[in-house]
């Protein structure tokens, strides 16, 4: 398989937990056992375009249980011979060879995955993608020319890993305690994206959009908004260091 990888370095590494259940995309070539007209592959494609029932193969990295996956849009994109060209959008842990082997049972004429490139991970498209070798130019750049400009290109803020998932967004005089492990309270907050729900996973930035933790949602978005107490947010991942904003907080006394 080819295509899109992020790569994180530094304390950028924390914010890739970010990305283990986001949407990927693949265009994808098929190779059919036997010839099928292209009306009837398109056919049972729109019938593949839900939510889908998969055991993972017998090479994978999982325990073999059947699961539930979600494909969101299936596109054929050219037949050549017994060869089909398809894009594919699906939900985090979906096989796609275990799909073209579905596809060719639905079509009843036997199908293999053939070639896979992934184009998406997450909010990462493959336009924006950086080849190796074009990295190792720029870094030489920099290391002999002090010319960083081509590396800045290519090197994202960490915050990019978090652009998909809801956000909430938090006091400066909060920040120290997160970055130290506490769990995020409504006085805290400051304002936040709609459409949170009871364990989504969130991002919690500064007002700066400086990353500070990821975390579990206790609440929906209508109840931070409509309640003043209580805990908001627990805290799962810290990426900030602390120390970075004054603390404002005391610990307890020990008795």
């Not at 007209?37 to 056919?43: G, L, P």
């Not at 809801?166 to 994206?193: E, N, Q």
Request: charged share 30%; aromatic share 6%.
């Amino acid at each position: 398989m080819t295509g899109v990888l992020p790569v994180a370095i530094g304390d950028a590494t924390k914010t890739l937990q970010a990305l283990l259940s986001s949407g990927k995309e693949y265009v994808c070539v098929m190779q059919l056992h036997k010839p099928v007209a292209e009306d009837q592959i398109r056919s049972v494609m729109d019938e593949f375009t839900d939510r889908i029932y998969q055991r993972p193969p017998l090479r994978s990295s999982v325990k073999r249980l059947t699961r539930v996956r979600t494909i969101h849009y299936l596109d054929l994109l050219e037949t050549v011979q017994n060869k089909v060209l398809f894009k594919v959008g699906c939900e985090s842990g979906t096989y796609i060879r275990k799909l073209c082997f579905d596809l060719g049972e639905a079509l009843g004429r036997g199908a293999h995955m053939k070639e896979l490139r992934r184009t998406r991970t997450g909010p990462f498209i493959e336009e924006d993608s950086t080849v190796l070798h074009d990295l190792v130019d720029a870094h030489a750049a920099w290391l002999e020319e002090g010319d960083e400009v081509l590396l800045r290109r290519m090197i994202q803020p960490m915050e990019s890993c978090l652009k998909l998932l809801p956000k909430v967004y938090v006091r400066d005089s909060a920040v120290d305690a997160i970055c130290h492990g506490a769990d995020l309270a409504l006085p805290g907050i400051l304002k936040f994206t709609s459409g949170i729900r009871p364990r989504d996973q969130v991002a919690i930035l500064t007002l700066k959009d400086e990353a500070v933790a990821l975390g579990k949602s206790l609440l929906s978005s209508e109840d931070m908004e409509r309640m003043e107490h209580g805990l908001a947010v627990k805290t799962r991942r810290v990426i900030m260091d602390a120390g970075m904003y004054p603390r404002l907080w005391r610990k307890r006394q020990k008795r």
